[in-house]
């Protein structure tokens, strides 16, 4: 009882500092993660000992799930554009060229430099691919309102690809249960590519404009309490999720389409479409909190130490070399500017999206040499991800605003 009760102490005054200190804290090259990463190591085996026990893989599947829906669903409620495909060029050429070249690229380097198996090498490179929507909520948009098209193409990417990585996960743990494709190839294109994405996008539209209709049907007769009427984001989440998941399609993509439908259908209404994303913001900071300090707490050396170089190779290579190289060959008569391709490249951010798909294959049956190979392969490139890019967006993201002005003002 006393090391649950300095628990909560601890994690209260780390709440109560960085809410007092915010505005020393956004002055500083820090992010909010990183001060919830360390605090979470100060609390685990190597610092305090105040959290001992490891909660197991379907617990940790089970939160960051839920972390990334509710991640998803505010990057929808933030882009406000067009559905027209001129508008969307960036995020599609991020998704559809770089996210693959990324995988292929990653598989190959964990097959010839690794010596891991093409179909474990493969899980590794689809459980690597989808940056994070909420650990680069600093890099995304800011408000309904924000245009920029960095921030645009950061908020897409990691709303969309966190959905889309699916499939190539299913491919690496079907390639490492069976290496013969032709006993499962075919399934995998008609049901974990065509369906499971084409269920997730119908599914998405179909309940977000339901219970959007039954919202304004009752509040014509009724007004919601207001108060309560922030529930609604939250049960859009809830349903949405939890009906494509059961007509097996992909849940994360559905939520991500009704964020986007939602604020498309509240667009005459910008008190209420503000109001959802604030609350949806404040969920998603509490469970980043707690998910990032039960991170921390699971720091183990021994592992780390034992695939350190193995880490080191796949995070230098990932961040230095495929992420700016493919972002450069994707966005090829793109006509951006070089300051937004170049922390386009930079900011491939990963996170709690490569948790929940390393943690989604070790319950589906990976185990063995392969399981403890890629846990700890991505977890250390999570871990140097949180340190690296943590410390790099606000001074960059600064130096990018201060730019725009720059040109802004010369026009």
């Excluded at 999570?382 to 040109?407: C, D, F, T």
Aim: charged share 15%; hydrophobic share 50%; net charge neutral.
């Amino acid at each position: 009882m006393n090391t649950y009760i300095l628990s909560l102490l601890v994690i209260g005054l780390l709440l109560l500092g960085v809410t007092l200190g915010s505005g020393w804290i956004k002055r500083l090259p820090l992010s909010y993660a990183l001060i919830y990463f360390v605090f979470g190591i100060l609390l685990g085996d190597y610092g305090l000992g105040l959290i001992t026990i490891k909660p197991d893989t379907e617990f940790l599947e089970r939160l960051t799930e839920f972390v990334v829906i509710v991640s998803v669903f505010g990057c929808g409620l933030k882009i406000n554009r067009p559905l027209k495909l001129w508008a969307w060029q960036s995020s599609i050429r991020l998704i559809g060229l770089l996210m693959p070249l990324s995988i292929l690229a990653l598989a190959a380097i964990a097959h010839y430099g690794l010596g891991m198996s093409w179909g474990a090498g493969a899980l590794l490179a689809a459980i690597l691919s989808p940056t994070d929507p909420v650990l680069a909520s600093e890099v995304q948009l800011d408000n309904i309102d924000d245009e920029d098209e960095l921030r645009f193409a950061l908020t897409c990417e990691g709303g969309l690809n966190d959905s889309l990585a699916f499939p190539f996960v299913y491919f690496g743990i079907y390639a490492v249960g069976d290496p013969n494709w032709e006993n499962w190839f075919k399934k995998w294109v008609a049901v974990d590519l065509i369906w499971a994405i084409a269920a997730g996008i119908v599914m998405g539209i179909i309940v977000a404009k339901a219970v959007v209709w039954i919202d304004r049907t009752l509040q014509k007769r009724r007004p919601v309490d207001d108060l309560m009427e922030d529930f609604v984001a939250l049960s859009i989440i809830l349903l949405t999720y939890s009906l494509t998941e059961l007509v097996n399609g992909y849940g994360f993509l559905a939520v991500f389409v009704s964020g986007l439908v939602v604020q498309r259908s509240y667009y005459g209404q910008p008190n209420k479409r503000l109001a959802q994303l604030e609350f949806i913001g404040q969920i998603e900071k509490l469970l980043e909190v707690t998910t990032i300090i039960i991170l921390g707490t699971l720091l183990l050396y021994q592992p780390i130490f034992n695939y350190a170089g193995q880490s080191l190779l796949i995070a230098g290579l990932l961040f230095l070399l495929i992420r700016p190289l493919g972002v450069c060959l994707a966005m090829l008569g793109a006509n951006l500017p070089g300051k937004t391709s170049s922390l386009m490249g930079w900011f491939g951010i990963r996170g709690l999206g490569s948790v929940y798909y390393l943690t989604y294959a070790l319950n589906q049956g990976v185990t063995g040499k392969i399981a403890r190979q890629i846990t700890w392969i991505t977890y250390s490139v999570v871990v140097l991800s949180i340190i690296i890019h943590g410390i790099s967006a606000s001074p960059l993201m600064n130096w990018y605003e201060k730019r725009k002005s720059n040109s802004s003002l010369s026009k």
